[in-house]
């Protein structure tokens, strides 16, 4: 099969996960919000979650997942040298914040004093005009699922230099 079935398909899936995962999240969102008042004054630690993800995962069942602020921290810290990201590195905000990949377009510049170049959601929908801002604003690092990738690559232009691709769902 070629590469843009295969980007179909892993789009298709992802839709349905996702559609899943919000009516999971629904359910078990009053579940999560049940803090008790001694564990708000207890000092953080590593362990504590960071955020919770939903995800389908090998199951197929959509679940809720807790990812601690250590893994947080250990997922940053090792992706910044290895993109090598610092001071004159720009990392395009595609959002939501609710997405999981917003965490990392977020956090990696911040932890590694880099630049996010927040993409409106009307610049988005123009794949000539993302890619016009992409190419203007000097963005390194370009991190989206495959389905946004399949919408937008047929109209990028030879000016387009990004050192890093970063495809995930």
Known sequence: RSRVALLEEASA???????LARMRFAEGITDFL???DAERTQLLSPQN????IYTS??????KGVVVEHTSLASKVSTLGP??????????AFLGPVAFDPS??????PLT??????VVSDAIRQSPAQFWDYVVQKGVNLLNCVPSFLTNIVHE?????????LYLGA
């Not at 965490?103 to 990696?108: F, H, S």
């Open 82 to 91: 290895y993109f090598g990201i610092g001071l004159d590195f720009r990392i």
């Open 34 to 36: 049940q803090v008790l």
């Open 103 to 108: 965490i990392e377009q977020i956090t990696l």
């Open 57 to 62: 995962g090998s199951t197929g069942a959509p």
């Open 49 to 52: 979650p960071a955020y919770v």
């Open 156 to 164: 990028a232009p030879s000016t387009v230099r990004l050192d890093h």
């Open 13 to 19: 899936a992802s839709e349905r996960a996702a559609e």
């Open 112 to 117: 590694h004093g880099a630049t996010i170049v």
